[in-house]
């Protein structure tokens, strides 16, 4: 497969090289080596970087160890372009006594973007930041160039500087264009995590290159003249460096395995790595078993309303209770709850509840052929609105005739799409919902595991904790829900960790721990939520009470997001107050105001951008950028950064907050339908600065997905 | 002959499923009424109907295979049920959509092929297949088949034998190939038995009526 892509995109290159020069040969007939990851975890040779990419969307994980180093890393091609890579380092003895434990415990962001494709004659060419924001170990910038020039052999040469440029190194070519591209100023005491802008390709610079060879489809075998002398553990004297030349054989078992090893520092060092590459557009398989449809029933076969039911002529009104109760029981078969059920004289419409499909096509596409069943013949309408906790989001109106033509079309689902009349729930003319007797108070409750892992923390790579959970809600009446949540931890080591808070800012965050440590029995919220629609494109929500695990107050938020556009605007208030560290009803003394005002764009390519900009839980004031990549099928892997009025050495280590995100779909693994998923957030450092409140159930991820593009985006499967 | 070797996994399959299950609707249902799911209890009734059912098999994995029954037809294209809750869409025995199997095909438009094969016309035809890929989007692909008779096979379908001919259907596209079978009853015209290529991922999908 990965050869496969590559083999594509190098013909597509040298394509783009034949309009330019006029000029065919069989270089574009060259077979590249598969572009692997290095020891540092991102696309290389041995620990140097190369300018060819992964596969778009490829992500990879890697865990190499050699004497004092460990490096676990996962690496992303976030575009066909950029890739990401996040480095969590162990530098055994590297301090001495200078910390507590004399290891470095690193975490380092690297990124590279490839920014000319390989051609006939020209090489791929890429720039890098590695450990742009880290505490420096790593920090270090190149641009590299590679050309495949023969079956399975490819050159790579570069220049870098920082600690790629740290072996025969020469002054700085840049220094022509200034002299202060010459030296390479020092890092101070607290920046250490701070963006070094005032760093990069500066100080000395150095070369570097070397082949990769792809021997067999299995065996890679690279060697490569680096550029890193390893000063740094030379110093603190965990390697032991004699020369340059690094080799390593790469073997893949061709299920994303893979397993390499490696002689560092001149001959001085072995070295091995495990790897596991996979790409996320693929699921792994078996994939999408969900139970059948039921399929569009023949018009024929419809049922006829009994006698003493007719619509009435001034408009919509509730369907009989035994066809009710027949499409409630049909749908709950689907895994939907219906709440509304009203006909006009040829139309239907329905209010349904959705926990089960991620698409939300799915779920119209089921109800729609569902209902088929029980709508008498004269029916030819069918509207579907979806709800979004108790709220109405929006409307999709189907003809029935559509359904019966379309449902064994090639092209069914595009079809269908193309007649679908999608609209705001809110908009004139869509009947509103009459809810089904018995629907309110709708009562549910939940008993069962919970887990917290936290990755690659300052002094420990893994913390974790497992324990019971309960929680329970009832929703009183539409958008009116009360509800709580209890945890019990079983066991874990989250609350072994013996760091005090140290921050000068009210300590809003970094005394997280502290709540670990205070009790074993949570209450990690008790809410009483109100959604509303105050208008047409318009969402309200309105939370009191225990919001999350360190704070209680108040949280009110509108959002304005029309059905078909890419563009959200939202604005939220919140007063919060702090909770006892027992986590029970008791409040500390710290409170505050705080709020946003949120701008959210969908570009529509894959990519979903968000800045809110406002006041943050320690008073300061600031924004928050971020921008994710998102998948059709669930996937989220994105990046975002906060700065604050907060002076950059008053924030600590780290100078700002900033961090990724992932998130796993649980229907990418199991092929069985479920809207949950794995989230993790990957912080270098958590500080007081720059940090949100975490309140539940913000209206922009609550109704997004049942709106374009989203809606549309999902649209394949209305007839899965 | 070596096509012969080739068909041998599906006559597998056929006969493993004809011996152990002689009477598959009633022995999977025999004293079981409470706890049903709703597409176990549409299944029973359909059952009890006496509604015509089709053994089909996933070829690749051993024991996959179930009694599919009829539960309705539209425009010409029936929805087979099993009890678990996998549906396959059949049109004059030619299999258009599957639904729970994974790698479902979601449509296929085999018009000129079913004409062909259903009336004996040899030649090439062209069949389209749609998917979803691993992203939910639409993926259709489209093959150039050569249809073919292998002249007369005799098909035991227990109660009766049926004097078939075997159609041969061989597809092509650029990087995808398989060989449909059909076995077209020269009295009925029906398609006694078949062995129809799905997906890349099911392979192919092994079918035969059950005659009551």
Sequence with gaps: MGRRQLRASAWLAGGTACLGFAVSGKAQDLVAPRTEMSFMGRPGIVEMPVATSQPDAQMSLGYMQFDNVSRTSLSFQASNRLSGTFRYSILEGFDEARYFDGNRYDRSFDIGFRFIDEGQYRPAFAVGLQDFTGTGVYSAEYVAASKTVADGVRLTGGIGWGRLGSHDSFDNPLGFLNSSFKTRPGLGGNEAGKVQFDQWFRGPAALFGGVEWQATDQLQLNVEYSSDAYVQESDADIFDYAGPLNVSAEYQFGNGIGLSAAVLGGGTTFSGMLSYSFNVKTPPGPLDREAAPLPVAPRSAAPELGSGWSPSAAGPAPAPAALQE????????????????????????????????????????????????????????????????????????????????YETDLDGAWNIYSTAQIEDAEAPGVAPPVPVPGSYPYFEYGLGLYAIPLFFDVDEPVRGEVGLQLGAGVETSPGLIFSGNLRQKIAGNIDDSERPPNSDLPHVRTDTLLYYQATDLEMTHLTAEYFFRPGENVYGR??????ERMYGGASGEVLWKPVDSPLGLGLELDYAVKRDFDMGFGFQDYDVALGFASVYYDFQNGYVGQVDAGRYLAGDWGATFSLDREFDNGWRVGAFFTLTDVPFDEFGEGSFDKGIVVEIPITWLSGQPSKDGFGTTLRPVTRDGGAQLDVRNRLYDLVRRDQEPDLGDGWGRFWR | MIRFAALAPVAGVLLLGACSLPDPVSSIFSGRDSGQSPSERRYEQLSRAGVPSVLAGVENEEGRFAAFLKLQERNGIGTWVSPDNVSLSLWNGFLVATRGLGGDIMSADVGEVQAAILFGFPGYYPRFQSYLDGENQTVIRSFVCKVSSRGTRQVDLGPFTATTRLMEEDCKSSDQSFVNLYWVDEGTGEVRQSRQWASPLLGPIALRQIPR
Excluded: C, K, W
């Design chain 1, 326 to 405: 027949r499409a409630a029981a049909l749908l709950d078969e689907q895994g939907l709850r219906l709440t509304s059920l009203t006909l006009a004289r040829s139309s239907a419409t329905l209010y349904i509840v959705n926990d089960r499909y991620p698409a939300v096509a799915e779920a119209i596409g089921r109800a729609a052929r569902a209902m088929t069943h029980v709508l008498p013949p004269g029916i030819g309408r069918i509207t579907i609105v979806t709800q979004a906790q108790g709220m109405p989001v929006t409307s999709v109106t189907l003809e029935r005739s559509e359904l019966e033509h």
């Design chain 1, 542 to 547: 309105f939370t009191a009470g225990y919001l």
